[in-house]
């Protein structure tokens, strides 16, 4: 991830990820998630996923990441140039 997250908008909060569902099959996993304010616990707009798999060597491989996407949607300001 490139970027960490802005505090709150709203109430100035910290700002945390927060896993809303996940799956898994077969050395594959996958989480739905969002962003969350700490303290006034308003969330991001969109819900985002992240996915994982196993190799045959064991080792896990990103498949999809929309970490960076959430943070950037939570972290724009009116006024900031997208």
């Not at 505090?7 to 996940?22: K, L, M, Q, T």
């Not at 992240?50 to 080792?59: H, K, L």
């Amino acid at each position: 991830m490139s970027e960490s997250l802005k505090s709150c908008p709203f109430c100035g909060g910290e700002a945390e990820f927060h896993v809303i569902a996940n799956s898994a099959s077969h050395g594959g996993a996958s989480f739905t998630f969002e962003i969350v304010c700490s303290k006034c616990k308003v969330s991001s707009p969109k819900q985002h996923t992240i996915g994982v798999d196993m190799d045959s060597n064991g080792a896990i491989v990103v498949r999809h990441d929309e970490r960076d996407i959430a943070i950037n949607e939570w972290n724009q300001r009116v006024g900031d140039t997208p």
